[in-house]
Structure formats: C-alpha cells, structure tokens
C-alpha cells in the first residue's frame, strides 16, 4: 500500500475543496472536501507526531481555510489558495512528515 504524505492530504483538500466548490458552484461540496481531506490529514497527524501536534496542525488547516479569503482580495483567488495550501504542507512536513520518514 502507497502511503501519502499528510502534506499532499491536507494540501490537495485546500487546493481540491476550492476546485469542486468553484467548478461545480456548490460550496457545501467543496466544504466536504475539505472536511474529509483534513480529518484524514488529522489521522495521520495524530499517529505520526501525537495529539498535540495534530491539534495544532489541524488549527493550522482551518486557519489556512480562513485566511484565503481575506488573501484573495489582494492576490487572487487560486494564488490564495496555493499559498495557504503550500503553507499548511510545509507545516505537515516540519512537524510530521520528516518525522514518519
């Protein structure tokens, strides 16, 4: 079995939910997304590098998901959310990740 990082789970959720959200112009949708690449990203968080971690790095995701926003109005819509996205990734990575290598 393939393991995926948690970093490319938690990034292609930011960077997927926006997809499905603004393609198919439900929001709920992209909301599922979201929803179940993070908690599955948290899973892996959690059995990698404790609660603590996941905890935090969780926060780190719907922060990511809250900041986008606010971005967007300054850079754009998709640059928003590829930086929220790589952000989050590298956060998985230094924290998590690395660790499970």
């Avoid at 393939?2 to 393609?23: E, N, T």
């Avoid at 179940?36 to 603590?52: D, K, M, S």
């Avoid at 780190?60 to 998709?78: E, I, N, R, T």
């Amino acid at each position: 079995m393939v393991k995926v990082p948690a970093a490319a789970v938690a990034a292609s959720g930011l960077v997927g939910g926006y997809a499905v959200a603004r393609w198919t112009k439900k929001r709920p949708l992209g909301g599922a997304v979201l929803a179940v690449a993070g908690a599955a990203a948290a899973e892996q968080w959690r059995r990698q590098a404790g609660g603590r971690a996941a905890g935090a790095l969780s926060a780190a995701y719907v922060a990511a998901f809250a900041g986008s926003h606010p971005l967007a109005k300054k850079v754009g819509a998709w640059p928003a959310v590829f930086g929220v996205a790589g952000a989050v990734a590298l956060a998985s990575w230094a924290v998590a990740d690395r660790k499970a290598a």
